[in-house]
């Protein structure tokens, strides 16, 4: 059982501080008439191999009916043996009298349609929980609305009892929204943690509560992004609680107390956030304990309270290149920041618009601080990306048991339609693999059903098990890969064109010889990886990069790797950075 956590923060080689705030968006381009997102990724299903609540359990999604059973049933089934591990709910209104649960599985799925219509509404007891995701680990929630009609209390409750395994970590919530509850996401509050979790593009919507409450000293390494918080008590805390968090360009609009909360003290950062009309922004209860705490480059428009960052821990704090318009009859202080003890927090960069803004007990360091009249600032709210996008791609379905030249025929098959991103999907189970599968210059997905999709090594060659020839828009999503300490998982090479992109996520790498993932040699690839899992290789470095000849010989590039949100261990070395390679590695755990 996991007792403790690690936050890694590791970024080198960019002085580009704007980098991670810009990743992520869900721009689009066109190649021979077929849209491709520029950056992230799209959405893709569902397979045949994925279970329909509807076909398999009789669920009816007419609003009417009672679909507790139903759903319930494809809860118990998910992911056993034989089973599929993703639970489809096509577009449909599922109505819910009893909670519904999911108990000590991993490597699973609950994925909806379409996030504006796919929702699941309770017409249970008042202060009701919808879902309780129970000993949950490596799995994915995405495409859903949970619709608690002012009744339910916890929409998702994300809680390990410790009665049977596994400990809630490596989950994604992405595309979801969570409307007219006390709780969108409860985490870690019946004894277990809830930990190594990404919240992406999601929306809280009247949360009286909060949008995201953390429970105890293992809930840690929470990470938000791109989400909306509007008209909820608080959009994250971890008060009455306990665990840490990261919030970045997300969006909150008239929080009643504050759009985040911390009590016991950890690491947390808020950067490129957006907050209109809420009492406050980031408030901490008093302790003399110590916090890291990073509040970075938001814009605070209009709160209702004069001190809009109020914390009583010692820090060390950051506030840096915030920019923070108060009310017309506000007075300052605008900051505060005392302790118990004292308080150590430095000011950098930062804009207000009353005087003396800054109040501590400690040390206190202002660089670069200015006031500007109110009228100055003129705040334009900004478009969160929307929901991933769904095309009609051309599927290619890797039969069940097939081995490499099986699968690398119909990768080959799939190449042959140029320009239109085809997917070859490959059903969960178990694949030997016992030659490289080449996935040459080429827009392509590769696609499995989760970390319950394997392809393992079984050959006597020098591998590696999968080569990416540098292609021009490649995606790996939803699949794990075991060099089974005889080859190295992925290579990235060869071909090195202007734009050209690999984008993984959700891809678990597993026991390379040498390396988990090589990016060699790279001036121009822009290679993304997002809720990724590298471990179990105690003679390898995890991830290895290296610059290609003009990265090498002191060329600014476009080219770089960026490594957000995941979890790594058992290897001899993390990080092998070379050649004038740019790597940015942020919120990892080890």
Same mark, same amino acid.
């Given at each position: 059982?996991?007792?403790?956590?690690?936050?890694?923060? *590791?970024?080198?080689?960019? #002085?580009?501080?704007?980098? *991670?705030?810009?990743?992520? $968006?869900l721009a689009t381009e066109s190649t021979a008439g077929i849209s491709i997102p520029a950056e992230s990724d799209e959405f893709v299903g569902p397979f045949s191999s994925w279970t329909d609540v509807r076909?398999?359990?009789?669920?009816?999604?007419?609003?009417?009916?009672?679909?507790? $059973?139903?759903?319930?049933?494809?809860?118990?089934?998910?992911?056993?043996?034989?089973?599929?591990?993703?639970?489809?709910?096509p577009r449909g209104t599922y109505r819910i009298t009893k909670t519904l649960v999911l108990a000590s599985r991993i490597n699973v799925s609950i994925v909806g349609e379409d996030p504006a219509g796919t929702s699941i509404i309770w017409d249970g007891e008042p202060g009701g929980?919808?879902?309780?995701?129970?000993?949950?680990?490596? #799995?994915?929630?995405?495409r859903l609305t949970l619709d608690?009609? &002012?009744?339910? #209390?916890?929409?998702v409750e994300q809680s390990w009892d410790m009665k049977q395994p596994h400990f809630d970590t490596g989950n994604?919530?992405?595309?979801?929204?969570?409307v007219d509850v006390e709780y969108g996401i409860h985490g870690g509050f019946k004894g277990g943690g809830f930990a190594e979790t990404s919240i992406r593009r999601s929306q809280f919507l009247r949360n009286s509560q909060a949008g995201v409450a953390l429970g105890n000293f293992n809930t840690l390494d929470i990470w938000i992004w791109y989400s909306l918080f509007e008209d909820c008590g608080t959009g994250v805390t971890n008060t009455p609680g306990a665990g840490n968090y990261h919030v970045y360009n997300s969006l909150f609009r008239r929080s009643a107390r504050s759009d985040l909360a911390m009590g016991n003290t950890g690491g947390f950062s808020a950067r490129g956030n957006y907050s209109i009309g809420s009492k406050a922004f980031f408030v901490g209860d008093s302790t003399s304990n110590p916090a890291t705490i990073n509040i970075q480059h938001n814009v605070i428009v209009d709160p209702i309270d004069s001190a809009v960052i109020s914390f009583g821990n010692q820090g060390p704090g950051r506030i840096t290149d915030n920019t923070i318009r108060s009310r017309d009859l506000a007075v300052g202080p605008v900051v505060v920041w005392r302790s118990l003890i004292d308080s150590d927090v430095t000011s950098l960069g930062n804009t207000f618009t009353i005087p003396n803004p800054l109040n501590s007990n400690g040390r206190l360091?202002?660089?670069d601080d200015r006031v500007v009249r109110r009228a100055m600032i003129k705040p334009v709210e900004p478009a969160l990306p929307g929901r991933l996008p769904r095309f009609e791609r051309e599927v290619f379905e890797v039969s069940p048991g097939s081995g490499a030249r099986e699968i690398q025929k119909t990768i080959n098959a799939a190449l042959r339609q140029k320009g239109t991103r085809p997917v070859v999907h490959v059903p969960f189970g178990t694949y030997s693999i016992s030659e490289t599968?080449?996935?040459?210059? #080429?827009?392509?997905?590769?696609?499995?059903?989760?970390? &319950?999709?394997?392809?393992?090594w079984e050959g006597t060659g020098p591998g590696p098990l999968v080569r990416l020839m540098s292609p021009s828009k490649v995606t790996l999503r939803e699949i794990q890969l075991d060099g089974a300490g005889k080859v190295d998982s992925i290579v990235v090479d060869d071909v090195d064109q202007p734009g050209s992109r690999v984008y993984m996520g959700q891809v678990e790498l597993r026991s390379g010889k040498r390396t988990n993932l090589f990016v060699n040699g790279l001036d121009h690839t822009n290679v993304q990886l997002e809720d990724l899992g590298y471990a179990y290789s105690p003679d390898a470095v995890s991830i290895k990069v290296t610059g290609g000849p003009l990265s090498a010989g &002191?060329?600014?590039?476009?080219g770089r790797t960026n490594i957000f949100s995941g979890a790594s261990s058992g290897h001899r070395i993390s990080y092998d950075v070379s050649g004038g390679a740019r790597v940015l590695v942020r919120d990892l755990w080890y």
């Open positions: 059982m996991k007792i403790s956590k690690l936050s890694l923060l *590791a970024a080198a080689f960019t #002085s580009f501080l704007g980098l *991670a705030e810009s990743s992520a $968006r076909a398999a359990y009789g669920a009816v999604g007419d609003g009417v009916a009672d679909d507790t $059973r139903s759903i319930q049933r494809g809860l118990d089934d998910l992911g056993k043996p034989g089973r599929s591990p993703v639970l489809f709910l929980t919808m879902v309780w995701l129970n000993g949950i680990a490596y #799995s994915r929630f995405v608690g009609k &002012g009744v339910a #209390s916890v929409a994604e919530y992405s595309d979801d929204t969570f360091t202002s660089i599968l080449i996935m040459p210059a #080429s827009p392509i997905q590769l696609v499995g059903d989760g970390y &319950g999709t394997i392809l393992r &002191g060329s600014r590039t476009e």
